[in-house]
């Protein structure tokens, strides 16, 4: 698969909340990063770990806006609906990925503020 197909499907994953899925997208020493480069999980293990907690909030949804691919990294720009200890909101996030081999190698990613739904 191209970088662009192995994001796609990893992007693919995360909303379907297939975490088998999406972590045969990534390499089994894989790593990432909060921007631009805190070491948050390293190893399968480990983003198995934080990638089941974050798929157990219900709303847990990423909208594409846009991607950038030059080589063997992809770009994406995207809106993230989260479930936040203060309640459900969006947080804009530009994910920063490394492919080689059909795998991503390292994610880092950059986080805006969340913003928290009105209560309506």
Known sequence: MSPEQVI??????YNA???DALLACYA???CMYQYPAT??????DEIRQRMKLRFAEPDLHAQ???RVVV????IDEEV?????????GKVAMTMIYRVQ??????ASTIMGEPQLDQAG
């Open 8 to 13: 796609q499907a990893q992007l693919d994953a």
């Open 17 to 19: 909340k297939n975490l």
């Open 28 to 30: 089994q020493d894989a």
């Open 39 to 44: 070491l948050v999980a390293q190893g399968q």
């Open 64 to 66: 594409l806006l846009r």
């Open 71 to 74: 080589g063997e990294v992809v």
């Open 80 to 88: 993230v609906t989260r479930n936040f200890p203060a309640g459900r």
């Open 101 to 106: 081999n059909g795998r991503i190698v390292d």
